[in-house]
Protein backbone atom coordinates (compact mmCIF):
# COMPACT_ATOMS: atom_id res chain seq x y z
CA UNK A 1 0.00 0.00 0.00
CA UNK A 2 0.85 3.56 -0.92
CA UNK A 3 0.48 6.54 2.74
CA UNK A 4 -2.23 8.93 1.25
CA UNK A 5 -1.94 12.45 2.81
CA UNK A 6 -3.85 15.58 2.50
CA UNK A 7 -3.75 18.98 2.69
CA UNK A 8 -4.09 22.64 0.77
CA UNK A 9 -2.67 23.67 -2.37
CA UNK A 10 -1.11 27.22 -2.18
CA UNK A 11 -3.39 28.71 -4.20
CA UNK A 12 -6.82 27.87 -2.22
CA UNK A 13 -7.01 29.85 0.91
CA UNK A 14 -8.81 27.73 3.33
CA UNK A 15 -11.26 26.18 1.78
CA UNK A 16 -11.86 29.02 -0.81
CA UNK A 17 -15.03 30.09 0.63
CA UNK A 18 -14.02 33.64 -0.44
CA UNK A 19 -11.74 33.23 -3.56
CA UNK A 20 -13.56 30.47 -5.52
CA UNK A 21 -16.00 32.72 -7.54
CA UNK A 22 -13.38 33.57 -9.89
CA UNK A 23 -10.85 31.35 -11.48
CA UNK A 24 -6.82 30.60 -9.47
CA UNK A 25 -4.24 29.67 -10.66
CA UNK A 26 -5.12 26.19 -9.25
CA UNK A 27 -8.12 26.04 -11.45
CA UNK A 28 -11.24 23.98 -10.52
CA UNK A 29 -9.42 20.63 -10.89
CA UNK A 30 -6.88 17.80 -8.72
CA UNK A 31 -4.93 15.31 -8.56
CA UNK A 32 -3.65 12.85 -7.17
CA UNK A 33 0.51 13.47 -6.86
CA UNK A 34 2.43 10.25 -6.75
CA UNK A 35 6.36 9.74 -6.44
CA UNK A 36 7.89 9.17 -10.10
CA UNK A 37 9.23 5.96 -9.01
CA UNK A 38 6.26 5.06 -7.46
CA UNK A 39 4.80 5.31 -10.73
CA UNK A 40 7.01 3.04 -12.87
CA UNK A 41 6.42 0.14 -10.27
CA UNK A 42 2.65 0.44 -10.51
CA UNK A 43 2.99 1.00 -14.19
CA UNK A 44 1.18 4.21 -13.76
CA UNK A 45 1.54 7.51 -16.31
CA UNK A 46 1.29 11.22 -15.45
CA UNK A 47 -2.21 12.63 -16.14
CA UNK A 48 -4.10 8.90 -16.11
CA UNK A 49 -7.01 8.78 -14.67
CA UNK A 50 -6.84 5.89 -11.43
CA UNK A 51 -8.91 4.95 -9.09
CA UNK A 52 -7.48 5.76 -5.46
CA UNK A 53 -8.73 2.74 -3.12
CA UNK A 54 -8.64 2.60 0.98
CA UNK A 55 -10.81 0.39 3.36
CA UNK A 56 -13.10 3.03 3.53
CA UNK A 57 -14.37 3.74 0.09
CA UNK A 58 -12.79 4.39 -3.02
CA UNK A 59 -12.57 7.98 -5.71
CA UNK A 60 -11.66 8.68 -9.16
CA UNK A 61 -8.63 11.37 -10.03
CA UNK A 62 -6.24 12.42 -12.39
CA UNK A 63 -2.34 11.06 -11.41
CA UNK A 64 0.51 13.48 -11.58
CA UNK A 65 4.09 13.14 -11.40
CA UNK A 66 5.88 14.34 -8.18
CA UNK A 67 9.42 13.98 -7.56
CA UNK A 68 9.14 15.99 -4.51
CA UNK A 69 7.03 13.31 -3.09
CA UNK A 70 8.78 10.79 -1.01
CA UNK A 71 8.09 7.35 -2.35
CA UNK A 72 5.67 5.28 -1.10
CA UNK A 73 3.34 8.64 -0.42
CA UNK A 74 0.84 10.20 -2.60
CA UNK A 75 -0.86 13.22 -2.12
CA UNK A 76 -3.80 15.32 -2.67
CA UNK A 77 -5.87 18.36 -1.48
CA UNK A 78 -9.40 18.54 -0.03
CA UNK A 79 -10.85 21.52 -1.68
CA UNK A 80 -12.85 19.70 -4.47
CA UNK A 81 -16.23 17.97 -3.88
CA UNK A 82 -15.66 16.01 -6.98
CA UNK A 83 -12.56 14.30 -4.84
CA UNK A 84 -14.26 13.32 -1.61
CA UNK A 85 -10.55 12.68 -0.46
CA UNK A 86 -11.92 13.01 3.27
CA UNK A 87 -14.47 10.02 2.60
CA UNK A 88 -11.38 7.51 2.24
CA UNK A 89 -9.38 8.98 5.56
CA UNK A 90 -12.20 9.69 8.50
CA UNK A 91 -13.23 7.42 11.28
CA UNK A 92 -10.31 7.17 14.14
CA UNK A 93 -10.11 10.01 16.61
CA UNK A 94 -7.25 12.09 17.75
CA UNK A 95 -7.01 10.95 21.43
CA UNK A 96 -5.74 14.09 22.58
CA UNK A 97 -8.41 16.16 20.90
CA UNK A 98 -11.38 13.68 19.98
CA UNK A 99 -11.41 15.16 16.52
CA UNK A 100 -11.33 12.65 13.26
CA UNK A 101 -8.10 12.05 11.54
CA UNK A 102 -8.32 13.18 8.17
CA UNK A 103 -4.66 13.29 7.55
CA UNK A 104 -3.38 10.20 6.57
CA UNK A 105 -4.14 6.33 5.31
CA UNK A 106 -3.13 3.46 3.57
CA UNK A 107 -4.39 3.26 -0.20
CA UNK A 108 -4.03 1.49 -3.00
CA UNK A 109 -3.73 3.36 -6.40
CA UNK A 110 -4.68 1.68 -9.35
CA UNK A 111 -4.84 2.56 -13.51
CA UNK A 112 -8.39 2.98 -14.52
CA UNK A 113 -9.15 1.24 -18.17
Known sequence: PLILT???RLYHFNNSAQTSRTETAAGKHETLDVNPQDMKRLNLKDG???KVRSRRGAMVIPLRSDPGLEKGTVFTSFHLPQFPVNTLIGGERDT????YSFKFCA???EAIG
Open 6 to 8: TGR
Open 96 to 99: HTDT
Open 48 to 50: QMV
Open 107 to 109: VAV
